[in-house]
């Protein structure tokens, strides 16, 4: 059984729906566990984000998943907190040889989302795992990947309610990815 945590960062609760649907995305996949796993803002001290149960979780998976809204250009100053706390695994290397991927939520169709990407699979990278695009082309009928986005997967959400964004073919994407590196994890550590 292959174990795949998301963990991600949700201001105002469009990045967990979409957390939510890569997690559906990702326990579709036979024989797999998924831990779905909330940055709290009330965990972090002195600029550094703690919780030791859920680093555990993550020092254990196959997989991680990386989820955050962007604002202002970037990924939200929680998840930032919670990459910063990853350096003592970096020395360690605890994450060598994981997969990692990523996903976020802005208001915009485009706009920073590909830096806030970019910012995850830096962090990946720092870490010695091994990046997982979304694999979609957003040339299809179903509206997966329908903001363009190969680096991982994106949706939108403005001040509309949960019900409401990001809409389905967002949730689609992400389910999109969270198979995607499911697949991949099983493949990857025969």
Avoid: C
Wanted: proline share 2%; charged share 20%.
């Amino acid at each position: 059984m292959k174990i795949i945590s998301i963990i991600y960062h949700s201001g105002s609760g469009h990045t967990t729906k979409m957390a939510k649907a890569v997690a559906r995305g990702a326990a579709s996949v036979e024989e797999n566990k998924v831990n779905l796993l909330a940055i709290e803002g009330d965990r972090i001290v002195d600029g550094r984000w703690q919780d030791e149960v859920i680093m555990k979780q993550l020092n254990s998976s196959d997989a991680i998943i990386f989820g955050s809204p962007t604002y202002m250009g970037s990924v939200s100053a929680q998840f930032k907190a919670f990459a910063d706390a990853t350096s003592a695994i970096y020395f360690s290397r605890q994450w060598q040889d994981k997969l990692a991927a990523g996903f976020t939520v802005s208001g915009s169709p485009s706009g920073d989302k590909v830096n806030t990407l970019m910012t995850m699979f830096v962090l990946a990278a720092q870490q010695g795992m091994i990046w997982v695009g979304l694999g979609e082309t957003p040339l299809n009928d179903n509206g997966i990947n329908r903001l363009g986005g190969y680096i991982g997967a994106m949706g939108q959400a403005m001040q509309e309610s949960v019900d409401v964004a990001p809409n389905k073919e967002d949730k689609l994407t992400g389910e999109a990815l969270g198979r995607r590196v499911a697949k991949m994890a099983k493949r990857f550590h025969r």
